[in-house]
């Protein structure tokens, strides 16, 4: 056989050595490939790859997989963006409208240019993803059957876990309709009634039992609902106005923020006058505002603090002053002003900041002498809400999780677990979520046996100065379609309009998709040792070649890849 | 201008050939720019290709004898030789009746800018139609690192250590291809490899003598972190030192990658070979890239208009 | 000139009296060279312009690279037959001297590149006329050397190197002298292609730049090889001297005409060898057949092949001979005549001992007369050993 045709028998990674100068060809041409150089002996440094945690996943007090869900509308897979988000929050296209979504205030992006819309993109998953058919009612696994006392997001949350883990749940709800306050405590133009009674359907389609118009205490002792369930999940919210301790205030014309946009949600004709103080900074305030406003009055916002103490959604606020409510900062009422029972103004003290309290925002001080009046036909008190626990025998606190109230342990002599603002104080509608997934744990690991689980080990979170800005130029924000002040201020029609699919993945283009991976290629086009390949969407290192120069992990744009040392 | 899509979320998937004709194993060293711009030409050529390399870092990244890290074949000739080479190897395969073959002239700076600008510039004159590639690293860096005509300004080399760089600017090797009037003409970055398959590919379908001059980022020359070389190639581009362009015919000027037009201290600062500059310097690298470039865009709108 | 007519057909065969330059042009043509490249030197020129002529005008079928340098030329030659061409090239003096990495490239690529090189002296001072130490300078690149005596045996050299060139994997040279050979027309009989394509089929090598079988050609050898790959390359000079023989009786079994490695003149009985090489050996067959009618014992080795050497040849019919006189066109500076040397070195395990006079003549052109060729030969009969290494011949003292 010829030197040539032996050399075509070698494999290619096949060293070729030469025992005398016959077996040698007569030039010198290659016979083998420099596969035969296993150049990975050469790497001091190893690229692995390892996925970190992006920091809007992170700041998600539900857990969504923000990074996941934007990567899947990227792709255009709605349906799937919006099954990802429904693994821990049943209601994106909720959320998809009234979060706060402290995922934005941490997005990696805002250094760059502005945040990612994800609230927005949140949306368009539970709008578009939605397929019009129902869900498949999950296996009944367990036999237990959980009462859950209150439907607004924490109940409807909890129960909705506690199904798909395929328990029998039944909501008692006080109100006629299910909801709580997603359906009266945000107003028709924020979160319309026909998304949430879309998503409340869904949750009928796991086999979870709504009786509506159940007032537990009141209607039902809690001892008979203990008696005909396995447990019981307490999420009754927090509805009660908190109080401002005013001179007057019990005068007719003075309104509590919660309780009118509960009568303006339910349909009720709300009479207002034109001039309307707002007491308050909060979502609540700014929601009465603009309710009021829609109702003809000329609604004006008065808060002790200035713009950046207030505790609204910042989207929110900037939505009332385009809409044309006007705002006081650095003033709080001290008398209501009555003429017969029926108020007629407010007298006020205006306010300056003093140092930090307790929840590190600066504490208003008043300033002596600074009183003014307002000639009011409406005052709206928006300070703050409680948890309204009459129902429960006196004095008896509730916590996260388990109760563990001696009072009520000894009246109920069964565990029960309660969640939501009822239990955590007064919180956004995702924290209630999130507390109602706990809870559906917690009640899970109670009914199982199971022990708590192991604390989560701290994520290792993506830095800004991780993301390779080589990959990533300057692009403002999508901006969705909404209507125009004029269009809006005199209905509650919705107003933000969504993203349009296109516009959701122009914006999901400018997801950084911080320490994931979104199969870019990088690595194994700008690898010197063409040692990196992908299958599907994973990619292997072929360490027999890599020799770790590093490019891999520089070029990734998210650092998704971590160069560790050899072991030598 | 082509639209480099460095924003998108995939900028680079999909959009090279997917074949890879230069092998893994080969005896480059860490973040080697020239063994990835190999890389990247073989993909855009195909395995219809012939390649010449005359001596420079790919005598050795090319593996030693009997392996070789091409699938396709490969001649090492003497150092001057690589357009006289490859001419020869076109000649030979026409004659052949396999004319149709590409040849690919593959050589470093100084075997190019330096040692084999005469054949180079036979090749160019008489339009042989080959593929003429100088990958350059900006020195003799197989020899250990030695100023060649394209090292830049004040740049540390062995020969031109820090007490006493460069004095020269580097030598201007687009324009003298250009005033060969060869069809085509044009230069590329590793950073931007879809740019750079493109320029190649264009190549391969022209007639004639087409010089494609790709900067390639050294390491241990520049001084630079392994991981840095597609940044540094990069950086190039975007502060205007290697400006992304080509030339049809040795007149028509075209700019292919509108750069930002960082400051050059963003390229010079990740270079030890560039550690010792001072800000009168850098401020003088600045202007004379400026100036450069400048020139460079009349003679684009010159054509244009 | 051949007319366009009759070219488009290929080379006409038949008798012709044509230059020793045009009769390269003719063996290179009917070799079938596919790729020329060359750069222009005198006296070399006429052989690439005849090229150019017969590619011009369809006779031949080649590829002609009007390089920038001879150095570009020997590269342009390797590359093309890197793939498998047959290639071409010619030169002299400064331009084989330029050439000189490329020939050490082609010999160790194993490539069959066949070159035509005019003797010409070396430069400064500027000369165009012959002498041999251009091309000796190349001795030890591991070319093959074929110096060339005729017009005819130019031609068929060509064709000759080729055979053997392509079989043992090595490139080969023919050497011509300036003018004396290369200006001078004589009667030249230009075989029939049929029978050159008979004679030399066309080239096939094992290994080639072939697409469809992708290998790196030359690429940085370890001690542990490059020692073996240069014994082959020895081996390939050795086989070559049987090779160039074969080759030889073949061509003359076809073309009734041979030349042998070496040819022995008249040396049957002789007191004295006379050893040359190029065209002094048909002033020295005149200046023998004179002094044989005179009834001296005289005879003549031509030296053919200088590389590979035929040492046995050179033992064979020079050992038989008491004196031994060597006339070179060339020196080794610092030592002596290179042809003088090497017949020494061939003769020196070898024996019995035979005195040998080495005589440096007709550098840079200089005549080198029957005249001076009797001088040379008187000198060596009257002297049982030579008084010097170095007999110089006509040097105004």
Not at chain 1, 52 to 76: M, Q, S, Y
Not at chain 2, 159 to 164: D, L
Request: proline share 6%; glycine share 8%; charged share 25%.
């Amino acid at each position: 056989m010829s030197t040539k045709a032996k050399a075509k028998e070698l494999a290619p990674d096949r060293v070729v050595a030469f025992a005398s100068e016959r077996e040698m060809p007569p030039l010198a041409v290659s016979l083998g490939t420099s596969l035969a150089n296993k150049t990975g002996s050469w790497r001091y440094l190893r690229p692995v790859y390892e996925e970190k945690e992006p920091p809007c996943n992170h700041a998600c007090p539900a857990g969504n997989d923000i990074r996941g869900f934007i990567a899947l509308i990227l792709k255009g897979k709605l349906a799937e963006a919006r099954e990802l988000l429904c693994e821990t929050n049943p209601f994106p296209a909720i959320t998809g409208r009234v979060c706060h979504h402290p995922c934005e205030l941490e997005c990696n992006r805002q250094k760059l240019d502005e945040p990612l819309s994800i609230r927005a993109l949140e949306r368009l998953a539970g709008d578009e993803g939605y397929n019009g058919k129902g869900l498949r009612p999950p296996r009944r696994r367990h036999k237990e059957r959980i009462a859950i006392v209150g439907s607004g997001p924490a109940g409807l949350s909890c129960a909705y876990f506690l199904a798909r883990k395929g328990y029998q749940v039944a909501i008692f709800e006080a109100e006629r309709k299910p909801g709580g306050m997603l359906r009266w405590g945000i107003p028709e133009y924020r979160l319309p009634k026909a998304v949430l009674e879309r998503e409340l359907a869904l949750l009928r389609d796991l086999g979870i039992e709504f009786k509506a118009g159940l007032r537990v205490g009141q209607d039902l002792r809690l001892e008979e609902l203990q008696a005909g369930y396995d447990t019981i999940f307490l999420a009754v919210g927090a509805t009660a106005g908190v109080e401002l301790e005013l001179p007057g205030g019990e005068a007719a014309g003075v309104l509590h923020g919660l309780e009118f946009l509960k009568r303006v949600n339910f349909g009720e004709r709300v009479e207002l006058g034109e001039r309307v103080a707002v007491i308050g900074g909060g979502n609540t305030a700014m929601d009465a505002a603009r309710v009021a406003l829609r109702l003809g009055a000329k609604p004006v916002v008065v808060y002790r603090r200035t713009r950046a103490e207030m505790p609204a959604i910042p989207e929110e606020v900037e939505a009332a002053l385009e809409e044309g409510v006007e705002f006081t900062f650095l003033a709080a009422p001290i008398e209501v002003l009555t003429a017969n029972g029926q108020l007629k103004g407010a007298r006020f003290i205006k306010m300056e900041l003093g140092p930090p309290d307790e929840t590190g925002r600066r504490r208003p001080m008043p300033i002596k002498g600074s009183e003014f009046k307002l000639e009011l036909d409406n005052l709206i008190l928006a300070v703050g809400e409680r948890p309204d626990l009459s129902f429960l025998p006196e004095g008896v606190k509730l916590r996260e999780g388990r109760v563990n109230d001696p009072v009520l342990v000894e009246a109920l002599r069964a565990p029960i677990f309660a969640g939501g603002d009822a239990a955590t104080g007064a919180g956004t509608v995702v924290e209630a979520i999130a507390s109602g997934r706990r809870g559906a744990e917690a009640i899970d690991r109670h009914l199982r046996g199971l022990p708590e689980p192991e604390p989560e080990r701290e994520p290792v979170l993506v830095p800004f100065e991780r993301i390779n800005l080589d990959y990533f130029e300057p692009r403002p924000r999508a901006q969705g379609r909404a209507l125009a002040v004029p269009e809006r201020v005199t209905n509650f029609e919705e107003i933000e309009l969504g993203l349009s699919l296109e516009q959701g993945q122009l914006e999901a283009e400018r997801c950084f998709s911080c320490g994931g991976c979104n199969q870019c290629d990088n690595c194994i086009t700008y690898c010197p040792d063409v040692a990196i390949s992908r299958h599907d969407d994973q990619y292997e290192v072929d360490y027999d070649y890599c020799k770790g120069c590093g490019i891999c992990a520089q070029e990734c744009p998210r650092w998704v890849i971590s160069l560790v040392e050899e072991e030598k | 201008m082509i639209e480099i899509k460095q924003s998108s979320p995939y900028p680079l998937r999909g959009v090279l050939p997917t074949d890879e004709l230069m092998l893994s194993g080969h005896l480059a060293c860490q973040g080697c720019g020239a063994a990835l711009v190999m890389r990247y030409a073989l993909k855009a050529l195909g395995e219809r290709t012939i390649a010449v390399i005359p001596a420079c870092c790919w005598t050795i990244i090319a593996g030693a004898f009997p392996y070789s890290a091409l699938r396709v074949p490969l001649f090492h000739t003497a150092f001057e030789t690589a357009a006289s080479a490859a001419a020869g190897i076109k000649a030979g395969l026409e004659v052949l009746g396999k004319g149709d073959i590409t040849v690919l002239a593959w050589a470093g700076d100084g075997g190019t800018f330096d040692i084999g600008l005469q054949a180079l510039s036979g090749a160019a004159e008489r339009n042989d139609d080959i593929i003429y590639v100088c990958y350059d690293n900006e020195a003799y860096m197989n020899t250990g690192i030695q100023r060649s005509s394209a090292t830049p300004w004040r740049a540390w080399t062995t020969t031109t250590p820090t007490r006493h760089p460069k004095d020269e600017p580097k030598k201007d090797m687009m324009a003298i291809m250009a005033a060969h009037r060869i069809p085509y003409a044009a230069t590329a970055s590793p950073a931007y490899p879809e740019d750079l398959v493109r320029k190649m590919q264009k190549a391969k379908a022209i007639r004639g003598t087409k010089f494609i001059h790709i900067i390639s980022p050294c390491p241990p020359g520049w001084k630079s972190a392994s991981e840095l070389s597609v940044k540094l190639a990069r950086l190039a581009v975007q502060t205007k030192i290697f400006p992304l362009y080509e030339v049809e015919n040795g007149l028509k000027w075209r700019i292919t990658l509108e750069p930002k037009g960082l400051p050059v201290e963003e390229y010079l600062k990740l270079q030890g070979r560039f550690r010792h500059l001072s800000p009168e310097e850098i401020r003088k690298i600045q202007e004379t890239v400026d100036a450069e470039w400048a020139r460079l865009v009349a003679k684009a709108k010159a054509e244009a208009s | 000139m051949a007319t366009e007519v009759e070219l488009k057909a290929g080379i006409p065969s038949g008798k012709k009296v044509i230059t020793g330059n045009y009769a390269v042009s003719y063996g290179a043509a009917l070799a079938r060279a596919q790729v020329i490249a060359a750069y222009p030197i005198t006296p070399q020129t006429q052989i690439v312009e005849l090229l150019a002529d017969f590619c011009a005008e369809g006779a031949l079928r080649a590829n002609f690279i009007k390089v920038e340098s001879e150095h570009s030329a020997m590269a342009a030659c390797i590359g093309a037959a890197a793939v498998g061409a047959r290639a071409f090239t010619a030169t002299s003096a400064q331009g084989l001297a330029l050439m000189h990495e490329m020939l050490h490239w082609a010999a160790g690529a194993r490539l069959p590149i066949v070159m035509a090189n005019v003797n010409r002296a070396m430069g400064p001072p500027w000369s165009i006329w012959t002498d041999q130490n251009d091309s000796l300078s190349q001795r030890d690149t591991g070319w093959m050397q074929f110096y060339c005596e005729s017009n005819q045996e130019a031609l068929d050299t060509v064709i000759q190197a080729y055979k053997v060139a392509e079989k043992v994997l090595l490139p080969a040279m023919l050497v011509l002298d300036a003018f004396f050979l290369s200006h001078t027309s004589e009667p030249v009989e230009i075989p029939e292609q049929g029978l050159v394509d008979r004679y030399l089929p066309p080239y096939n090598p094992e290994f080639k730049l072939d697409i469809t079988d992708p290998r790196a050609f030359g690429g940085i050898t370890m001690p542990s090889e490059y020692f073996e790959l240069r014994y082959k390359m020895q081996k390939a000079m050795e086989e070559a001297l049987e090779v160039a023989k074969a080759a030889d009786l073949e061509f003359k079994e076809l073309f009734g005409r041979g030349y042998g490695l070496v040819e022995p003149y008249r040396l049957e009985d002789a007191e004295l060898a006379l050893v040359t090489s190029g065209t002094v050996t048909s002033t020295a067959r005149l200046v023998i057949d004179e002094l044989r009618a005179k009834g001296e014992r005289v005879g003549l080795l031509k030296v053919r092949l200088f590389r590979p050497f035929p040492t046995a040849l050179v033992r064979e019919h020079l050992l038989k001979v008491p004196k031994i006189a060597v006339i070179d066109r060339n020196i080794s500076f610092g030592h002596g005549g290179i042809f003088a040397q090497e017949i020494k070195s061939a003769l020196y395990n070898a024996e019995p001992r035979r005195p040998l006079f080495g005589f440096v003549a007709g550098l840079g052109g200089r005549d080198i007369t029957p005249e001076l060729i009797e001088e040379i030969i008187a000198y060596a009969l009257a002297h049982d050993r030579p008084e010097e290494e170095i007999i110089w011949m006509g040097v105004k003292r």
